[in-house]
């Protein structure tokens, strides 16, 4: 009896000890903005110049988000780097210089500090700090954020930047802890690198990170191989360095480009890169249109380079079978071994209904005796060893293995922190049969949370970095839109979610991204157990844009928006 109530004393100290700490370290804010990559260090820069009160927390130690992570060799941008980039100050556009067509990582990872710098924004970050779970109090209509180091943040408004690309996914394959050597993730690289000259390496996965990392792990390697699931689709980056030219050109025209980019589809127009000096990238023929004979001889003639000037591919599966059939025959062009070229060649699904690849020298990386390409079409992975993997073709052995198995994307982040809407329910829960958002902004439940290029907005089928903008512009306008006019809450209505969810799903019926045979991250296909749901709207930048703009100035149509006290 005496050691029960002991314990009890001793527990109600314990809980008196963990509330004393947490109203110590209980801290308010106007708004607490989770993740500081590009989205969350927009936001702080945007919402501090309002004049509105910010702590950014990010598990990080230091800016980048997705840049910040994947740090892997050969890590690079698919987007132009004069577009991949913000436009929000003038003054950073024309002070910034980008070395080469499309940016790596080192150089992306130090455009993000070069914002950090310049808007002095690390005194509002608390790094090394995780966010445990956000819960809407409908009492006092705030948010409570608590974080692993023990902090209690509330605020009146959330908005989580976390990333669409941020957790990564590493499959359960038996015997993964009797592997004797390291093992890596490319979505969360070690920060000093790693040097793999005197080892064998063993790669899994060949989406856009294994086919960005192969070619330089291979050049580095004593013996790279390589696990392939399902062959992709990749083009050659034909990265080179930008001229100061093109640069001065780029910078002079920047208030056009930014305008054209905004209102196109996905947020890039390839500045510079037209056909026939065009200023801008615009397939306009039609594949359909030509003769096996000319197909034949545009592949010979350009290569994989034979497919950009199509515009049908995207829209006509027909067209985008033969598109399919020009790129298998250039892909044999390639390839010393035919058996090697069979297994590299991808079939049965279309072109880009996965997200596109670009690559360097991966195809010519298979043609070196340091690299063997294991087809786990021809018999899949049945356990990891001390040694290597085994597969049911046999044993590979290595002494580094390497996880490019990507992402849960979109929704991953937002799962894992215990979020708890209006009436206690959590995210998880509301979304377990998919992701359900009125404009990729809010989900009706959960008032005053707002999402950065969440699911439902164009996001990742786009340049992520002008739709950030576009996202933390509105945001901050609706903020400052409620101070305006003594507003406390905004809540998607369910009707508008209802709505929105329904013309996301019906636009991407019948597109290439969601056919039968497609599986891609897009559709959660990627992680076992994920509802199969196209998560993000494929409408296009300008028309979402315009929607998000209309929403606005209908007085926030779709939302409910409550005063003080009500
Ligand atoms: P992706 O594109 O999701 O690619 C992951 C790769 O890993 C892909 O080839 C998968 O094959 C493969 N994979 C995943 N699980 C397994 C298992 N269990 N066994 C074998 N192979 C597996 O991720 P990335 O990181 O490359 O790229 C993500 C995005 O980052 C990219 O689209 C750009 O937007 C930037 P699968 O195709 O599923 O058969």
Redesign the pocket.
């Known amino acids: 009896m005496q050691s029960a109530s002991l314990n009890e004393a001793r527990d109600k100290q314990d809980k008196q000890d963990k509330q004393d700490k947490q109203d110590k370290n209980r801290q308010q804010f106007d708004v607490v903005v989770v993740g500081a990559g590009f989205s969350g260090m927009y936001l702080l820069h945007k919402l501090r110049g309002l004049g509105f009160s910010v702590a950014v927390i990010e598990a990080g130690d230091d800016v980048g988000g997705t840049w910040y992570w994947n740090r892997y060799p050969g890590a690079r941008c698919?987007v132009p780097s004069m577009e991949y980039s913000f436009s929000f100050d003038d003054d950073l556009q024309q002070d910034w210089d980008w070395t080469e067509v499309m940016a790596g990582q080192p150089e992306i990872l130090k455009y993000a500090n070069h914002i950090a710098d310049r808007y002095d924004l690390r005194r509002d970050v608390r790094f090394n700090t995780r966010v445990n779970s956000a819960h809407f109090d409908a009492d006092e209509q705030h948010w409570q954020v608590t974080t692993d180091q023990g902090d209690v943040y509330q605020s009146r408004f959330c908005v989580m930047a976390t990333g669409c690309?941020s957790v990564p996914?590493t499959?359960t394959?038996d015997g993964h802890d009797d592997f004797a050597g390291p093992i890596y993730h490319?979505?969360n690289w070690p920060h000093e690198g790693v040097d793999f000259s005197t080892v064998r390496v063993g790669i899994?996965?060949?989406?856009?990170?294994?086919i960005q990392a192969i070619p330089v792990i291979a050049e580095q390697a004593q013996h790279l191989t390589v696990?392939?699931?399902?062959p992709?689709y990749t083009m050659p980056a034909h990265n080179r360095p930008l001229s100061d030219e093109f640069l001065n050109k780029a910078k002079a025209n920047y208030e056009q480009i930014r305008a054209d980019q905004r209102a196109s589809m996905t947020g890039i127009v390839s500045y510079g890169f037209g056909f026939g000096g065009a200023d801008y990238f615009e397939p306009t023929e039609s594949l359909l249109e030509t003769t096996a004979e000319q197909r034949a001889a545009l592949v010979e003639k350009k290569g994989f380079g034979a497919l950009q000037q199509f515009a049908d591919i995207s829209l006509d599966p027909t067209a985008n079978e033969l598109a399919c059939e020009m790129y298998r025959d250039q892909l044999a062009r390639l390839i010393d071994d035919p058996q090697t070229a069979d297994a590299l060649m991808p079939k049965g699904y279309p072109i880009g209904c996965?997200?596109p690849v670009i690559d360097t020298n991966y195809y010519a990386t298979f043609n070196r005796d340091n690299v063997t390409l294991v087809d786990?079409r021809r018999g899949g992975?049945e356990k990891i060893t001390a040694t290597g993997v085994q597969t049911a073709q046999g044993h590979y052995e290595f002494d580094a293995l390497v996880y490019?198995?990507?992402?849960d994307a979109m929704t991953g982040a937002l799962e894992r922190i215990d979020i708890r809407g209006r009436n206690g329910e959590t995210l998880r829960d509301v979304w377990a049969a998919g992701p359900r958002t009125y404009l990729g902004l809010q989900v009706h439940g959960f008032p005053n949370m707002f999402t950065v290029t969440g699911p439902g907005s164009p996001s990742?089928l786009s340049n992520m970095l002008v739709s950030i903008e576009q996202h933390v512009d509105w945001i901050s306008d609706c903020i400052d839109h409620m101070r305006a006019h003594q507003l406390q809450v905004i809540e998607a209505a369910a009707a508008a979610e209802e709505a929105w969810v329904a013309h996301v799903n019906q636009v991407a019926e019948n597109t290439m991204f969601t056919a039968p045979s497609c599986?891609s991250?897009y559709l959660g296909a990627?992680i076992p157990g994920k509802p199969r749901i196209f998560m993000p709207y494929v409408g296009g930048v300008g028309t979402y844009r315009d929607k998000c703009d209309e929403v606005a100035a209908a007085g926030y149509a779709g939302f409910e928006l409550s005063a003080a006290g009500t």
Not at 204 to 210: A, R, V
């Open positions: 698919d690309l996914n499959p394959i490319t979505g899994i996965g060949t989406g856009s990170s294994g696990f392939q699931r399902t992709n996965k997200r786990l992975i490019a198995t990507g992402f990742v599986n991250w990627n």
